[in-house]
Nanobody, 119 residues
Framework: QVQLVESGGGLVQPGGSLRLSCAAS????????MGWYRQEPGKQRELVAR???????TYADSVKGRFTISRDNAKNTVSLQMDSLKPEDTAVYYC?????????????WGQGTPVTVSS
């Protein structure tokens, strides 16, 4: 019943922009920390950005100044605005939802949306 559905991925040229969105259902969205992760073939999944229930934001050093994470609790969505994209940003991007203490610990993943940055 819990679903995280990503959208917005695709092919973009270096220097271009994309906006990813994640729609959540089946969870009390407002109490979850939401995050975007990415994974390339043969590499570990890495955190790109996260935003807590009180809107504390963390970015990976590699995307600071280029990516912006935001959430809309009224729509149960989290977005990732990606600007100045580089070929090394190419990956499958995953949406994650985690509840933290004092809430019961839970973690959920979307199925991912691919992003390709290439000329």
């Amino acid at each position: 019943q819990v679903q995280l559905v990503e959208s917005g991925g695709g092919l973009v040229q270096p220097g271009g922009s994309l906006r990813l969105s994640c729609a959540a259902s089946g969870i009390i969205f407002s109490v979850y920390t939401m995050g975007w992760y990415r994974q390339e073939p043969g590499k570990q999944r890495e955190l790109v950005a996260r935003i807590t229930r009180v809107s504390t934001i963390t970015y990976a050093d590699s995307v600071k100044g280029r990516f912006t994470i935001s959430r809309d609790n009224a729509k149960n969505t989290v977005s990732l605005q990606m600007d100045s994209l580089k070929p090394e940003d190419t990956a499958v991007y995953y949406c994650n939802a985690e509840s933290l203490p004092p809430w019961p610990s839970k973690s959920y993943w979307g199925q991912g949306t691919p992003v390709t940055v290439s000329s």
